[in-house]
Structure formats: C-alpha cells, structure tokens
C-alpha cells in the first residue's frame, strides 16, 4: 500500500477567492510541518487532507487512495487521526465519554477492547487522571489534548494535526513534541503551525504555504540557510530592513539586505519563515 | 491508590488492526451509547417526571376496584394521552441529541470519521426503543401503584381473608 499523500494542482476556491491554488506536493512518512501566515490556506488544506472539505479542482491520493470515490474515502478516514485547529466539543460528555464515543465513531465496536484503547489514548496525552471529568471544567490546553487523545485512537497511518502545541504550557509542549516525534515513526504526520520552533524541534521537512501557494519546501536547516547572510542587529532600527523587531536586550534584529558593514548573526529558522513569507507574516499582505 | 506506582517510558501497545465491522454493529454500539444518554438527559428525565405526575392524576380520578371493565376506555384514553406527552419530551431530546454536533460546532470531528450521519441518525432513532421502554416501565409502575393503594384488600378491613 501506498504510503504517501500526492497531490496536483489542488485547488480550493470559495466565492472568487482561490484559498488554495495550484498546491503539488507529495508527503512521505516522517514528521512534515506546515508553516504560513494567517489566511495562507493552513487550515483549508489541512481539512481537504483529513477529508473533511472537498477540493474544487485538481487531485488528492491519500495513502494509494482516491478520495474522489466515496468508498476509498471511507478506507482513508479508517487509518486517519485529525486534530481540528479548533475542535468544538461535546462540553457536558465527561473525558471518556467524548473519546470514547469517537473511538466508537471509528467503528471500534468490541465495548472491552474500546474502552482499553480510550485509556491508552487518554494515558498518552496524560489526562488519564481527568478522564471523568466534564469537558466543560477543562482548560483550553486539556481540551487540545483531548483532541489530541482522540486523534491518536486506532494508532491512524495518517496523522493531520492543525495547530496542536497552541494554548500548551512549556511542559506539555515538550511533551506534545515528543509525543508527535515518536508518531512520526513509520507514519505521515503533517503539522500545521505558527511556532517555527516547533517545526525547528518537530519536522524533518517544512512546507511554507504563501497565499495559497507552497512558496517553500525543504528541511528547517534548509528554511534556516535562506536567511544566511540576511540577518543583522543594531542599536537601532533600520528602514532598509525588510523586517525588524527590537530584542529583549533593547537592540533591533534586521531581516533583509544588510547595508555595509552590518554585523551579521546566525539565522534562526524564523528568520527564514519571516524572509520568505514577508509582509504577509505582518499583514501588510492583507491590507494590500 | 497504592503506595508503589509502576512507571515505564515504554508506551502501551496499540492495537492491532483488523477488517472493519459490519455496519449493524456499529450501528448496535452507537445506539447502546445513545440510548444511555438520552435516559439521563435533563429534557427526557422532565419529561418522564411530567407524564408521571399527568398519569397519577388520572389514574387516581377513576373509580376504585380492582377490575372495572367501565373505566377501560377513560384509562386508555389517559396512557394516550400521557405517552404522548411523553413522546413530545422524548422526541426534542432526541432531536437535541442529533444535531449537537452542529450545536457543538464539532462537525470536523464526525467528518472525518468511517461512520456516516445517516448512521449516527439510524442509532439516534433506534435510540429512541429505550425511552419507550422506559415509558411502558413508568406507566406500569404508577398504575400498580395506585391499584396497590386503592384495593378493598388494603383500605377495607372486611376485604382480608
């Protein structure tokens, strides 16, 4: 079978707006992530691939798949896991009763063996304490985590997590990193996110969505490398800098062509991301 | 809890995947789950408590005996009207029930699922034989109730044996 996701010219379009346009990508196992501004098209792609939303034009084969065939839909949704960028949940289902009813959703139907698998999930993302809880006494990172539980049940070949470490303290990021890291193992993992650290600690490879476009693709050190040379800090702010952001230290940090005599530094990768996406990780690509 | 915690950095297995189910047995597992939660939930429990009430009220209008073959049409009439009532409660909390996920706003999580809506709402209904169930339980229970305390065995000390 199959283990890739392929798609060609895959094309999202509501009213005149193509959200997403043209995307050819092909994803192989391994921890992928998906990095954009808000409005690049993260999330309408991240829902054609956990089929949720049907694109307008172009192709997507999922794990040998077609989804255009209701039947090989069906096949894939058996070995996804989603995670929605913001999931509504059933508030007055305790814990369990939430993973519990999905598991059985996913057509796990021996009550004995579900209710082992719900454990497993809760244990894995360390809610195995709040599991009789209601949903709507949690926090906003408990309930990202059961989210996350949820989409972890059947051990899915295909994992497409839509912003899954936000609203996470430090710790349970570290974990979640972690976490997805081991998943990535002999699965597809696709990441979409706005913390380039995370894609820095996560991924072996970042995709960079532009306005609907795949305007990067490559490794983090990759992403990283495209701001060699671009960076600088100075005492004060420059105007010929693309980007500029002042440090905690009360120096500014300069993305762009650095005039001459420039003290150049080491790029991060969000230097890169902030190179590449520009003015649209501002903003300034929707005001325009 | 016990004192001694076993941990262990190995998480546990996953399981093993097999051939999907049949259709019925999920359709079977997911009306087990609705047909719980419709029991506990708030709309039916009231509606229940209110057909209660309606059909003590009626019963105790009708003439005492232990048999009266008169009064027949008039308690017919009664658990009529009683189930309805009790149908109109237990058809909103189940409606309730059908469209939480749009309520929810939780329609990406049912989306990408195997199961298909028209399942879920195949269950939802079927759902609906526990509160019928439930419904001829009551019914039975308040009658006997009221034959139990009405008897000329029980209120007539000539009536004993």
Same mark, same amino acid.
């Given at each position: ?60 084969? @999922? $794990?040998?798949?077609?989804? *255009? ?5 069906? =096949? &894939? %949704? +058996?070995? #996804? ?22 598991? @059985? $959703?996913?057509?796990?139907? *021996? ?5 082992? =698998? &719900? %454990? +497993?999930? #809760? ?36 994992? &497409? ?128 | ?161």
């Amino acid at each position: 079978m199959s283990r890739t996701i392929e798609m060609s010219e895959l094309r999202k379009r509501y009213g005149a707006h193509d959200v997403v346009g043209g995307v050819r990508l092909d994803i192989s196992e391994g921890v992928t992530g998906l990095l954009g501004p808000n409005g690049a098209g993260k999330t309408t792609l991240m829902r054609m691939l956990a089929t949720v939303l049907a694109p307008t034009g172009g192709h997507l084969r @999922i $794990l040998g798949r077609d989804l *255009d065939d209701a039947e090989q839909r069906t =096949e &894939v %949704r +058996r070995q #996804l896991g989603y995670m929605p960028q913001e999931p509504g949940f059933h508030r007055h289902f305790t814990v369990f009763e939430f993973v519990d009813y999905v598991a @059985i $959703l996913k057509e796990m139907t *021996d009550t004995r063996a579900r209710h082992r =698998e &719900v %454990r +497993r999930v #809760l244990e894995r993302v360390d809610l195995g304490d709040v599991a009789g809880r209601r949903i709507r006494k949690l926090s906003g990172g408990m309930r990202k985590r059961v989210a996350m539980a949820q989409a972890l049940l059947g051990d899915p070949r295909l994992l &497409v997590l839509d912003e899954p470490a936000s609203a996470l303290d430090p710790e349970q990021r570290m974990r979640f990193r972690e976490l997805i890291s081991e998943l990535g193992d002999g699965r597809i993992v696709l990441v979409s996110t706005h913390q380039t650290d995370d894609v820095a600690a996560l991924c072996q490879r970042v995709i960079v969505l532009r306005v609907g476009h795949a305007a990067f693709d490559g490794t983090p050190a990759q992403l990283s490398a495209l701001a060699c040379d671009r960076v600088w800090i100075a005492d004060t702010r420059d105007d010929r800098a693309q980007l500029s952001w002042r440090t905690a230290e009360g120096r500014h940090r300069h993305v762009g062509d650095p005039p001459l005599g420039a003290r150049l530094v080491s790029p991060t990768i969000e230097d890169g991301y902030l190179l590449l996406a520009g003015p649209a990780a501002i903003g300034e690509e929707l005001a325009a | 809890m016990s004192a001694a915690t076993i941990t262990s950095a190995t998480p546990p297995a996953a399981p093993v995947r097999t051939a999907p189910p049949p259709a019925r047995a999920v359709r079977w597992a997911l009306t087990r789950v609705e047909g719980r939660r419709l029991l506990r939930h708030p709309i039916f429990l009231l509606g229940m408590a209110l057909s209660a009430v309606t059909l003590a009220l009626l019963t105790g209008r009708l003439p005492s005996g232990a048999l009266d073959y008169s009064a027949t049409p008039s308690m017919l009439a009664g658990d009529c009207f009683v189930m309805l009532g009790g149908a109109l409660w237990t058809f909103l909390a189940a409606f309730l029930a059908v469209t939480r996920d749009r309520r929810d706003d939780a329609q990406d999580f049912y989306l990408a699922q195997p199961t298909t809506a028209r399942l879920r709402t195949e269950a939802a209904l079927l759902s609906l034989a526990w509160a019928g169930m439930a419904g001829a339980v009551l019914i039975a229970r308040v009658r006997l109730f009221w034959r139990d305390r009405r008897s000329p065995a029980r209120n007539d000390p000539a009536g004993v044996v």
